[in-house]
C-alpha cells in the first residue's frame, strides 16, 4: 500500500470484501497488524474525533489498519477527520467506506486515493424504488407478517431502509436530500418505543411516490 488513506465506494458488505483483499493481496497477517472496524449510520464529529483519539494510541502490531463504513456522515464530522488525514501516521492506513462519490467534500477527496473493489451484495438485492407503489407496500407487508419477532423485523426494516438509501443516492444525491433526510430520521426511529417499523417503512413508501 503506496498511500495512507483510501475511499471505497461501496456498502456495508464491502468490509469483509476489503479485509479479505488485505489478508490475500497485501500479505497482512492478523497476528502483525492492528485492525480496527468502526461503523456508523450516521458520522458525527464526535465520532470523527474518536478515532482520531483511537489512532494516537500505541498500535498493537507493526502495521495498524482502520477501516470505518459509514451511510451518511456531515460536512463538520469530514472537517475533524481532515485532521488527521492531513497528519498521517507511521505504518498506519485508514479506509473509509462510502456510498457515493459526492458525499465527500474536495478536500477529503484530495487527501485520499480511491480504492477500487468487487461488488458486494449487489447481486442479491431486487430494486425497491424503481417498483410501483403497490409492490413496494406488498413487499413491506410481507416482511411484517414473515418476522413475527421484533427484533428481527427491526433488522430487515433497517437493511430495507439501507438499500432504499443506497438506490437513492444511486439516482443522485442533490435531487433526492429531502427524502434522504427523512431515510436517515425513519432509521433512527425503528429504535424508538411504540413505533412500528412497518409504519416507518409506509411513510417512507409514500414518499417514494
Known sequence: MNHHAYFILGNEGHIAVLKEYLLTQHDIAHDTCD???????????????MIATRLTRKAMGSLRVYIIYTETLGVDAQHTLLKTLEEPLVNTHIFLIVRARDMLIPTILSRME????????????????????????????????????????????????????????????????????????????????????????????????
Open 114 to 209: 480511491e480504492l477500487v473493489l468487487e461488488d458486494a451484495q449487489k447481486e442479491k438485492e431486487t430494486p425497491f424504488i424503481s417498483q410501483d407503489k403497490k409492490t413496494r407496500t406488498d413487499s413491506i407487508k410481507k416482511l411484517h407478517e414473515d418476522l413475527k419477532d421484533n427484533k428481527t423485523t427491526i433488522i430487515s426494516a433497517q437493511q430495507l431502509l439501507s438499500q432504499i438509501e443506497r438506490e437513492l443516492y444511486a439516482d443522485g444525491v442533490e435531487k433526492n436530500a429531502d427524502i434522504l433526510s427523512e431515510v436517515l430520521k425513519a432509521k433512527q426511529a425503528l429504535y424508538g418505543k411504540g413505533i412500528s417499523p412497518k409504519i416507518i417503512l409506509e411513510h417512507i413508501n409514500t414518499l417514494l411516490g
Open 35 to 49: 485492525m480496527s472496524v468502526e461503523s456508523f449510520t450516521h458520522m458525527r464529529v464526535e465520532d470523527a474525533r
